[in-house]
């Protein structure tokens, strides 16, 4: 352990082009004592774990992970590093926080497959595909997963929230194809976190979700979201997939 510490830290320390008396002076200690700690011949005190975490920008538990994930390690930055960049990027944030949402969903997903109640489970991240397909006793079911807009100043207040029923980006070909038909999902699970500050979702059959006056194949873009499950929305996702195989 203490030579994988070591090697951690040196890591840390090169990427940010940083001899080991830089990183000495930064942590207020002997540059022979730094070089002993990365060659793991150096125990360390939880005191002296804490101000090299500080000195190098991370943390202790970034420092005692045996290997960084993949992700850092291909990118050569620590998960400090990512949530920095991120405070400085609106459109990064809100990507990030569409991203996180898909990943809550999914661990309820996974635990209603451990659980039988959904059999195959496919998390997609591709242009044109839904964020989820899955199945129930042999029918598939495709599910849509949307943050609802941020209110700002609003957060937690009884304003109505909405969500934005419109993809990334139009087809390749240039199509106009950015809006959702009555029948392309099942199932709109929409997280509530940019209201409450929670994970937490409510769910509808797709064919409860308001259509177009102009044009009833296609599904209105803003939609609105009750502030606690009612009428079609459903607090748990598989109430809303029972309600969307009727």
């Known amino acids: 352990m203490l030579r994988l510490l070591g090697q951690r830290i040196r890591e840390l320390r090169e990427r940010r082009g940083w ?4 990183l000495a002076r930064r942590s207020d200690r002997h540059f022979t004592y730094i070089g002993r700690i990365e060659r793991g011949e150096q125990n360390v005190t939880v005191e002296v774990l804490l101000e090299i975490a500080r000195a190098l920008d991370t943390t202790p538990d970034q420092l005692l992970a045996v290997a960084p994930p993949k992700l850092l390690a291909n990118w050569g930055v620590t998960a400090n590093d990512i949530v920095e960049a991120l405070s400085h990027g609106f459109r990064a944030q809100v990507d990030v926080k569409g991203k996180l949402a898909e990943l809550m969903l999914y661990r309820e997903l996974t635990r209603l497959r451990a659980a039988g109640e959904i059999q195959n489970l496919q998390w997609l991240d591709e242009d044109g595909k839904p964020d989820f397909i899955l199945g129930l006793r042999g029918r598939q079911i495709i599910v849509e997963c949307k943050n609802v807009r941020s209110a700002g100043e609003l957060r937690g207040d009884t304003a ?9 980006r139009n087809s390749k070909d240039g199509t106009q194809t950015r809006g959702y038909t009555v029948d392309q999902f099942g199932v709109l699970s929409a997280c509530l976190f940019n209201r409450t500050g929670r994970w937490t979702f409510l769910h509808v059959a797709s064919r409860h979700l308001a259509t177009r006056p102009k044009d009833p194949g296609f599904l209105v873009i803003m939609q609105n979201v009750p502030p606690a499950p009612g009428g079609a929305w459903r607090e748990t996702i598989m109430e809303a997939i029972r309600d969307a195989v009727q």
Request: hydrophobic share 25%; net charge negative; glycine share 0%.
């Open 19 to 22: 001899s080991q008396e830089e």
């Open 160 to 168: 109505p929230m909405k969500v934005e029923l419109q993809k990334t």
